[in-house]
């Protein structure tokens, strides 16, 4: 029986690091919002788009490639909002072979809104000044660590 739980483990820690990623790429870290957990999903997309839209100081003319930048996150964190509260909902009755297909589901719209994002966010970056793109390296590099540095304690 061990053997058949373990079997479930891998698509368990995938899904849950899918979940993870779409947060930590199209999420903040900022402290305020780490600390009002009621926040909606919604407010802190919104919220987000707001703090990267001041550090990446984006200007006048790049408001149009940002615009599809926000929409993209906006968008992606409807889809994963709802598949997680669907999954939810289903959790208690699913068999093993809905879990899989839920967390199925899940790491593919992830993988699909990343993509949709990095497609979206190519033309914003490429307009960028040097400083920019030097503060958008440092945004999404120093981010991913500080994700991992706060698990890791």
Same mark, same amino acid.
């Given at each position: 029986m061990k053997r058949i739980t373990r079997q479930f483990t891998y698509p368990t820690v995938l899904a849950i690091a899918a979940m993870l990623l779409t947060f930590t790429v199209l999420s903040s870290a900022i402290p305020s919002l780490a600390a009002s957990p009621k926040a909606s999903k919604a407010n802190r997309v919104e919220t987000r788009i707001k703090e990267l839209h001041t550090k990446l100081m984006i200007t006048p003319e790049q408001e149009e490639a940002w615009n599809k930048v926000a929409q993209a996150m906006r968008d992606d964190a409807k889809t994963m909002e709802e598949l997680i509260k669907a999954r939810s909902e289903k959790a208690p009755t699913m068999t093993a072979l809905d879990d899989l297909k839920s967390y199925g589901?899940? !790491?593919?719209?992830?993988?699909?809104?990343?993509?949709?994002?990095?497609?979206?966010?190519?033309?914003?970056? !490429?307009?960028?000044?040097?400083?920019?793109?030097?503060? !958008?390296?440092?945004?999404?590099?120093?981010?991913?660590?500080?994700?991992?540095? !706060?698990?890791?304690?």
């Open positions: 589901e899940i !790491a593919q719209a992830h993988a699909d809104g990343l993509k949709n994002f990095t497609s979206v966010f190519e033309p914003l970056y !490429a307009g960028m000044s040097d400083a920019q793109k030097k503060s !958008a390296d440092t945004l999404f590099r120093q981010h991913g660590h500080t994700k991992s540095k !706060a698990k890791g304690k």
